[in-house]
């Protein structure tokens, strides 16, 4: 099984800006998890960013889905509000039908960030019709890692 990490955004469309700006955050992540991924002789993949911000979405699904269905996805993203104190992490699972391999996929990355970042709020495993959850072929995740205005969560 190959693990397929999206950075969630590109330079061209860099995402929230906080304290941080969200593609910065994302990328760092992205590669945190390559690294430790790599340390355990995962099988990995950190996708392509879009090459600009009508495809940002669009081109790491499509590098993703050239691995096939036994691959799972994972995409990386920050939350944004305009109310510094929102806070916590969460993932998100498409709304529509999934399989029992998307949940255990949804249950594994959220215990791995809660292990990694246990002080964050938790605001758990929810679904969604995100674009790169709908047209992805595997299962996949979309971490929210944090709310990006928030100084505690943009780390």
């Not at 590669?31 to 940002?56: C, N, Y």
């Not at 790491?60 to 939350?79: E, M, Q, R, T, W």
Request: charged fraction near 20%; glycine fraction near 10%.
């Amino acid at each position: 099984m190959k693990i397929l990490i999206d950075r969630g955004h590109s330079y061209s469309a860099p995402g929230s800006v906080g304290y941080q700006n969200e593609v910065e955050l994302t990328h760092r992540w992205g590669e945190r998890i390559a690294t430790k991924l790599a340390e355990r002789g995962a099988d990995f993949v950190v996708l392509p960013d879009g090459g600009s911000a009508s495809q940002d979405l669009e081109i790491p699904v499509k590098a993703a889905n050239a691995y096939g269905k036994d691959s799972v996805f994972l995409s990386i993203h920050c939350n944004a509000y305009s109310n510094p104190s929102a806070n916590g992490s969460e993932i998100f699972v498409y709304n529509g039908a999934y399989s029992g391999k998307t949940k255990d996929l949804a249950d594994a990355v959220y215990g791995a960030y809660r292990t990694v970042v246990p002080d964050l709020t938790s605001r758990g495993i929810k679904q969604a019709d995100y674009y790169v959850l709908r047209k992805t072929v595997m299962s996949a995740a979309l971490l929210v890692r944090g709310f990006i205005p928030n100084e505690r969560d943009s780390v």
